[in-house]
């Protein structure tokens, strides 16, 4: 069916002091190491492309704060970033930055539970996201799971969505309807 292509997932192991990397200001040198370091070894080892279409960045929670900011921030190196439950205004309003800084070439898959899954804070992000000019569908894929728990349980059960958004037949026809 070629739902998802082949990909291939560098993952980067969080430690304790994921709040602070995650968050202002510590994920502005997180994201630059993740470019000047992870980045080329990536394309050194594992023979990737330069192209930005190719790497996406992906976390859930602050890892998704952080996906965010780093996609938002390196547009050259990131096409897409994956965003599952994450509060986007904790330390730092990436609401306000989308709202008033120019718009890049990037796209999102935003999601969370509902209620109580940063449910208010991801949906204002899409909503912020629209009203700059991202199409729903095209550039942007913002989804909603009812009673969905914050935990690794409930991301790894969605996971396959952001999988077929980015690669694979979702990933093929989202891009025709850009062109």
């Known amino acids: 069916m070629r739902a998802i292509e082949d990909l291939i997932i560098v993952g980067v192991y ?3 002091r994921r709040e602070e990397e ?4 510590g994920y502005e040198a997180y994201g630059r190491s993740i470019v000047k370091e992870l980045v080329p070894a990536e394309q050194t080892f594992l023979r990737t492309t330069n192209n930005p279409v ?3 960045l992906w976390g859930s929670s602050l890892g998704g704060v952080v996906s965010f900011y780093s996609a938002w921030e390196y547009p050259s190196v ?3 970033a994956v965003c ?9 309003d990436l609401i306000e930055r989308v709202l008033s800084e120019p718009t890049r070439d990037v796209r999102f898959y935003l999601d969370s539970g509902w209620p109580n899954d940063n449910y208010e804070v991801t949906t204002e992000m899409a909503l912020a996201l629209v009203s700059r000019g991202w199409r729903y569908g095209c550039d942007l894929i913002h989804l ?3 009673h969905a728990a914050h935990d690794e349980k409930a991301w790894g059960m969605r996971l396959h969505l952001p999988m077929q958004f980015f690669t694979g037949a979702v990933a093929r026809v989202s891009r025709a309807m850009m062109s």
């Not at 995650?22 to 200001?25: D, L, M, W």
């Open 14 to 16: 969080s430690n304790e």
């Open 78 to 80: 990131f096409g897409g």
């Open 54 to 56: 190719d790497r996406s």
């Open 22 to 25: 995650y968050t202002k200001p």
């Open 84 to 92: 599952m439950s994450s509060t986007f205004s904790y330390k730092d």
């Open 144 to 146: 909603v799971f009812p």
